[in-house]
C-alpha cells in the first residue's frame, strides 16, 4: 500500500490480512502521525517516498519492493474479511490461468443519493452507513515485473496486464471501504484529483490526461466539462474505449439513452467489458427495447457470473416479457450471490405479485423494506393492498403466517 497520515484506519486494515500475507510493504508519501509506528508492529517493510503528484508511481515504486508470487494492492482506510481470505489462499492463487482478480470496492456511505448507491447497512467502529456505492477493480495480481500501474489519479493495473495478452477474472470479494464515508473528505479528495489533472493534461495534453481529467470532471458534477474533456481524449485516440463508455455513462445520467446507447456501443467495439454491456442493457431496458436488454445483458453475465445486479437486471427484463419463471431463477441467483441484496428481493416480490403468488410477493417485500429499499413507503401500500385482499379472500391458499 501506499500511505499517509493513516493512523486512523491502518491498524485495522493490517489486522484484517496479517494471517494471509507473507510480506507488508509501505510506501509512506509523508506521514507526521503514528502511521510508521503502527505499521511496523505489524513488521512491514516501510520505505519513504517523495510525493511527486502521480498515485501510479507511488502505487510502482512499491511493486519494486514486493518478493513474493503474488501482489495483494491495499489502501490504509479499506479491509478484507475472513470469507474473503481463505477464497483467495485456497483458491485464486492455485488458479494457473488468471493472471489477476477483480474485486468489488464498496465504497460505504450515508449518501443515498449518489450514482450507483446500493441500498445495504453496514456497521463499523461505532458507526452506521446506509450502504455504499461500487467498482470493479483489480487488487490481487501475479509479481510480474512488467506489470505496472497507469493514471495520474484512480490509477490501475488492468491495462498493463491486459496488454501482456493475460487474463484478469471477476470474483465477488468485497473490499470494505470506510474513506469516503464523509462528504467532506470527499469533496477535499476530489478538489485535490482535480487539480493533479488538470495540471497534467496542461503538462501533457494527450488522450490519457483529457480521459482522466473528464472522469474527475464526472465525479466533481461538472457534466459538461467532463464531456467536453473526454470528447478531447476521443480526438485524440479515437480508440480511446474507456472515454467513449464514461461518456456513455454521463449521457445516462443525462437520461440520454440514444447517445449513451451509441457512446457504450462504441466503446465496446473497440473492447468487450462487463459494466459497459450491462450499462447497454439498462438503457435497453429504460427504452422498452427487450430483446437488445437481454442480449446485451447476457453478454455481461458470460463476462462476470458473478455480479449480482446483472442477475437483478435480466429478472426485470424477463419480468417485463411475463417469462416469470425464469426471472424468478435470475433473481434468486442474484439474492444468493449478496443476501442483502435489496432490489433483487424487491424485483422478486413483484414476480410473485404478478403471477398471483401473494405469499412469497410478501415475503420479498418485506424483506425489501427490512433492507431499506429507497420505495418502501410505496412498497408498503402494496403490501397492506395485498394483506387486505387476502383477509376479504380466506379461501385463497397464499402461503402466508398472518402477523409476519
Known amino acids: 500500500m501506499i500511505a499517509k497520515n493513516e493512523e486512523k484506519y491502518l491498524e485495522h486494515c493490517l489486522n484484517s490480512v496479517k494471517d494471509l500475507v507473507d510480506e507488508i510493504i509501505i510506501i509512506d508519501t509523508g506521514s507526521t502521525d503514528k502511521t510508521k509506528e503502527i505499521a511496523k508492529k505489524f513488521n512491514a517493510k516501510v520505505y519513504d517516498f517523495k510525493w511527486v503528484d502521480d498515485f501510479s508511481a507511488a502505487r510502482n515504486e512499491s511493486l519494486k519492493h514486493a518478493t513474493k508470487d503474488w501482489i495483494l494492492v491495499l489502501d490504509a482506510d479499506e479491509a478484507l474479511d475472513k470469507e474473503a481470505l481463505k477464497v483467495i489462499k485456497e483458491e485464486l492463487i492455485k488458479n494457473k490461468e488468471n493472471d489477476a482478480f477483480l474485486f468489488i470496492q464498496k465504497n460505504y456511505t450515508n449518501d443515498t443519493k449518489i450514482t450507483g448507491f446500493v441500498n445495504e447497512e453496514h456497521k463499523f467502529n461505532g458507526k452506521t452507513y446506509a450502504g455504499w456505492y461500487g467498482s470493479f477493480i483489480a487488487r490481487l495480481f501475479r509479481n510480474n515485473k512488467d506489470y505496472k500501474f497507469q493514471g495520474t489519479v484512480h490509477e490501475l493495473v488492468e491495462p498493463s496486464i491486459e496488454s501482456k495478452k493475460r487474463k484478469i477474472a471477476a470474483t465477488n470479494i468485497p473490499i470494505y471501504h470506510y474513506g469516503n464515508s464523509d462528504p467532506s473528505v470527499v469533496k477535499r479528495k476530489r478538489e485535490f484529483y482535480l487539480e493533479l489533472c488538470r495540471k497534467k493534461a496542461k503538462s501533457i495534453p494527450n488522450a490519457n490526461s483529457y480521459f482522466e481529467l473528464g472522469v474527475l470532471y464526472r465525479e466533481n458534477e461538472d457534466k459538461d466539462d467532463a464531456i467536453k474533456s473526454l470528447k478531447k481524449a476521443i480526438g485524440l485516440d479515437s480508440n480511446h474505449n474507456m472515454a467513449l463508455y464514461e461518456l456513455g455513462i454521463i449521457y445516462e445520467q443525462k437520461k440520454d439513452y440514444d447517445e449513451a446507447i451509441k457512446h457504450y456501443t462504441g466503446s465496446l467495439r473497440i473492447r468487450e467489458n462487463t459494466e459497459a454491456f450491462q450499462s447497454l442493457g439498462v438503457c435497453y431496458l429504460k427504452k422498452g427495447m427487450l430483446k437488445e436488454a437481454y442480449r446485451n445483458l447476457a453478454k455481461a453475465l458470460m463476462l462476470n457470473p458473478n455480479k449480482y445486479t446483472i442477475y437483478n437486471n435480466l429478472g ?86 398472518t402477523g409476519g
Do not use: C
Open 316 to 401: 426485470a427484463v424477463l419480468e417485463r416479457n411475463k417469462n416469470y419463471d425464469t426471472a424468478i431463477q435470475m433473481l434468486e441467483i442474484g439474492i444468493k450471490l449478496n443476501p442483502k441484496n435489496v432490489i433483487g428481493y424487491y424485483n422478486l416480490g413483484l414476480v410473485y405479485d404478478r403471477k398471483g403468488e401473494f405469499g412469497k410477493a410478501l415475503e420479498n417485500y418485506e424483506k425489501a423494506v427490512e433492507l431499506g429499499h429507497s420505495k418502501k413507503e410505496e412498497i408498503n401500500k402494496r403490501i397492506s393492498q395485498i394483506k387486505a385482499y387476502l383477509i376479504q379472500n380466506p379461501n385463497i391458499k397464499y402461503g402466508f403466517k
